[in-house]
C-alpha cells in the first residue's frame, strides 16, 4: 500500500524517535489564514486545531502555549499562574530563533531551544487533536497524552475566546 508523502521535519523526527503515533494531514498554506483555513481545508473543527504559540515572560524567558484554534491565550492569566510580571507574544524572527520554525508551521516537537510548555487543559479532554507538525500547511493528528509524555507539557487555564 502507498504511503502518503510529507516532509521529514524536525517535528517527525522528534515524534519518531519517542515512537509516538501520528497521521500526517498536507493542506494549501495562506498568510494570515491561520487554525480557520487548516480546519476549513481538512474538515475538522477548528476547536481541535492546536496552536503553538511561541511567548516570553519579563525576564525575557521564552515558552510555548498551545492553544485551541478558535481560542486566544490570556497572557495576564498565564504570568500570574507562572509567577512573572507580565507574558508577552514574540515577534515572528525571535519565535523562528528559539524554535526552528517559520510562524504558521510551528510546532513544539523537535524545537531548536528546549523551553516549557504549557498547554490549555481543555486541549486534554479531546480524542485527537491536529498541530502543525514543523512547517507551514502541515499538520499531524496525534492523541493528546502524547503532549504530556514527550514533552511534559503543564496543562493551564488561560483560554477566552477570540
Same mark, same amino acid.
Request: glycine residues 8%; charged residues 20%.
Given at each position: 500500500?502507498?504511503?502518503? %508523502?510529507?516532509?521529514?521535519?524536525?517535528?517527525? %523526527?522528534? *515524534? %519518531?524517535? /519517542?515512537?509516538? =503515533?501520528?497521521? &500526517?494531514?498536507?493542506?494549501?498554506?495562506?498568510?494570515?489564514?491561520?487554525?480557520? #483555513?487548516?480546519?476549513?481545508?481538512?474538515?475538522?473543527?477548528?476547536?481541535? !486545531? +492546536?496552536?503553538? *504559540? +511561541?511567548?516570553?515572560?519579563? =525576564?525575557?524567558?521564552?515558552?510555548?502555549?498551545?492553544?485551541?484554534? =478558535?481560542? &486566544?491565550?490570556?497572557?495576564? @492569566?498565564?504570568?500570574?499562574?507562572?509567577?512573572?510580571? /507580565?507574558?508577552?507574544?514574540?515577534?515572528?524572527?525571535?519565535? *523562528?530563533?528559539?524554535?526552528?520554525? @517559520?510562524?504558521?508551521? !510551528?510546532?513544539?516537537?523537535?524545537?531548536?531551544?528546549?523551553? $516549557?510548555?504549557?498547554?490549555?487543559?481543555?486541549?486534554?479532554?479531546?480524542?485527537?487533536?491536529? !498541530?502543525?507538525?514543523? /512547517?507551514?500547511?502541515?499538520?499531524?493528528?496525534?492523541? $493528546? =497524552? +502524547?503532549?504530556? #509524555?514527550?514533552?511534559?507539557?503543564? $496543562?493551564?487555564? +488561560?483560554?477566552?475566546?477570540?
Amino acid at each position: 500500500m502507498h504511503r502518503p %508523502r510529507y516532509p521529514i521535519t524536525p517535528a517527525i %523526527r522528534f *515524534l %519518531r524517535a /519517542k515512537r509516538a =503515533d501520528f497521521r &500526517a494531514f498536507i493542506y494549501t498554506y495562506t498568510d494570515h489564514g491561520g487554525a480557520r #483555513q487548516a480546519a476549513r481545508e481538512l474538515d475538522i473543527p477548528e476547536h481541535g !486545531i +492546536v496552536k503553538t *504559540l +511561541v511567548m516570553e515572560t519579563d =525576564d525575557p524567558s521564552p515558552l510555548l502555549v498551545l492553544m485551541h484554534g =478558535d481560542q &486566544a491565550v490570556s497572557t495576564r @492569566q498565564l504570568a500570574r499562574l507562572i509567577g512573572t510580571k /507580565k507574558v508577552i507574544p514574540v515577534r515572528p524572527e525571535k519565535a *523562528l530563533y528559539y524554535t526552528g520554525y @517559520q510562524v504558521g508551521g !510551528i510546532s513544539p516537537f523537535g524545537t531548536r531551544q528546549n523551553m $516549557p510548555v504549557y498547554v490549555q487543559t481543555t486541549i486534554l479532554e479531546l480524542k485527537t487533536i491536529y !498541530i502543525n507538525g514543523g /512547517k507551514r500547511g502541515f499538520i499531524v493528528a496525534i492523541d $493528546p =497524552d +502524547v503532549l504530556l #509524555q514527550t514533552l511534559s507539557a503543564i $496543562p493551564v487555564s +488561560v483560554a477566552v475566546f477570540s
